[in-house]
């Protein structure tokens, strides 16, 4: 089976490029399967094809949703001109792929981001069968608004099947109009190579594994910690692991400074295997307003780490609170308790 597969991303090794990946090495080592690879910038992916000889392409990949704004002429300007230079980069994107694949002899296109589009318009003008992966939720994530004023009915005409990596995050999109029939729910896979249960400390070590950005909740954590007692804040640390969005990450380190949390609080960086790390730790914290699935939350559980996530997203059906983790309300204030740590009213 020959399957063209559009991954979008910034070519760092997150959610959905490990998923990517994961696909990429197990299918093409364990099944009949030959990718050809199309990606938005060099990184992790390239890096695995190279790796295994698996032939891949760059090309600029746009998406299809934008962050609004709330004055309406900026917002009418805005939207047109990032639709027009989505369809005139997605155009060139083509014409790069025309002339080094030869279309006959793909089988599927799988298109790994709801927000990319040039896999619908291969499926659509060669006639290949269009697998649509769905990671995120439609809009309480990244706040993103679609470029296309009936791009929910653009998608559902231009796939054969949508694949969501929750219940969550399906039964969002059927809310927003996905075709029902064509929705199946496949989860994550997640290695478990690298499982080793850690030992448990007196002082409770926090970690946090993600993208730095607001979304994520890093600075949700950082207040927390800054509400608790001189005395409460010596049995805990919270090490922030990823890298970001440069200003987010200022505040940060402002708000760390100004409530005197530098040696509580410290930031890791990106690590190319953050899950290998995880024994380190007592509790994985995932503070996401709206995770598709949340892979380092499944790592967490199989290393003995306690997950301690919010209620949003996907969440839940992960972790089951009290039993498998512990599940907090987002939203309102709260303060980090001890151990199995709690965020309380």
Not at 165 to 173: A, E, G, K
């Amino acid at each position: 089976m020959n399957i063209l597969y559009i991954i979008g991303g910034k070519g760092v090794k997150y959610g959905a490029e490990v998923v990517a990946s994961n696909l990429i090495e197990n299918l093409s080592r364990d099944y009949n399967v030959h990718y050809t690879v199309v990606i938005n910038a060099k990184g992790v992916i390239s890096e695995l094809c190279e790796k295994h000889n698996i032939e891949y392409y760059v090309v600029k990949l746009r998406q299809y949703v934008y962050a609004k704004p709330s004055n309406p002429i900026i917002d009418f300007l805005k939207k047109n001109i990032l639709l027009l230079r989505a369809m005139i980069d997605d155009a060139a994107a083509l014409k790069k792929l025309e002339r080094n694949i030869d279309f006959s002899e793909i089988d599927i296109v799988h298109t790994n981001l709801s927000r990319n589009f040039l896999g619908a318009k291969i499926s659509r003008k060669y006639k290949v069968p269009h697998i649509w992966h769905i990671q995120e939720m439609v809009n309480s994530h990244y706040k993103l608004n679609f470029l296309i004023n009936d791009q929910i009915q653009y998608m559902n005409r231009n796939a054969d099947i949508f694949i969501g990596i929750s219940n969550t995050v399906l039964n969002d999109w059927i809310r927003h109009g996905i075709n029902k029939e064509k929705c199946h729910t496949v989860l994550n896979g997640v290695n478990n190579d690298f499982i080793r249960i850690s030992n448990r400390h007196k002082v409770f070590k926090l970690i946090m594994i993600a993208e730095i950005t607001h979304s994520k909740g890093q600075e949700f954590v950082i207040d927390a910690i800054s509400r608790l007692s001189s005395e409460e804040r010596m049995k805990v640390s919270l090490d922030i692991v990823g890298n970001g969005n440069q200003k987010y990450i200022k505040i940060l380190k402002d708000k760390i400074k100004m409530n005197g949390l530098e040696s509580r609080v410290k930031f890791r960086g990106y690590i190319e295997n953050a899950s290998s790390i995880l024994p380190a730790y007592d509790i994985l914290i995932n503070a996401s307003e709206g995770e598709g699935f949340g892979l380092s939350t499944a790592e967490a559980m199989m290393n003995s780490v306690c997950p301690l996530v919010s209620n949003k997203g996907a969440n839940v059906e992960l972790v089951k609170d009290r039993v498998t983790g512990a599940v907090y309300k987002f939203g309102g204030g709260r303060t980090l308790y001890q151990f199995p740590s709690l965020f309380i009213e």
